[in-house]
């Protein structure tokens, strides 16, 4: 297998439909960042957002702006973007709470559902705070936890 070369990936970048997108970044010079899941890149808009949001929404519309601003259908409006990135219809996606008590309501549901099966299985080596999150429903819950190493694993 040949090697790419730098040439080679500076035309691919050329030819990228999406290169365009790096500038909607910002980003420290001469930093490479591959970290997508945890903290983004910051894009530019989501300053300007920001700004506006705790300023005059907050500032100036306090309670209001859940009605005014629209902040009670962001949930809906945000699910229906990320519809069709994950191949999903809006009404299968719900965006809600943060990750951890998302991780707790996952959890207690599947626990619930199948009031027989009481092991919760993760990876080790899983986010500190998602494990944190299952080992205290586990306590709670009469479960318990099964935390192999990923790095065990056969695959
Ligand atoms: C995999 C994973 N779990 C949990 C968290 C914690 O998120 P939150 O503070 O929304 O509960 C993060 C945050 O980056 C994460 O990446």
Redesign the pocket.
């Known amino acids: 297998v040949p090697a790419i070369t730098r040439t080679d990936a500076a035309a691919m970048d050329a030819a990228d439909p999406l290169v365009r997108l790096r500038d909607e970044f910002v980003l420290p010079d001469g930093v490479v960042y591959l970290d997508g899941?945890?903290?983004g890149a910051l894009p530019r808009r989501a300053a300007a957002r920001v700004r506006e949001v705790v300023e005059a929404e907050w500032a100036e519309g306090l309670v209001r702006s859940w009605n005014e601003a629209g902040w009670i259908d962001l949930p809906a409006h945000v699910a229906g973007k990320i519809a069709p990135l994950v191949g999903a219809l809006p009404s299968e996606v719900a965006v809600a709470?943060?990750?951890?008590?998302?991780?707790f309501k996952l959890l207690a549901g599947a626990l619930r559902l199948r009031p027989r099966r009481r092991v919760i299985v993760s990876e080790r080596e899983?986010?500190?705070?998602?494990l944190y999150?299952a080992q205290g429903l586990a306590a709670t819950a009469e479960a318990t936890m099964g935390l192999p190493s990923a790095m065990a694993l056969p695959w």
């Open positions: 899941n945890s903290l709470d943060s990750t951890s008590v998302n991780v899983n986010f500190p705070t998602d999150v």
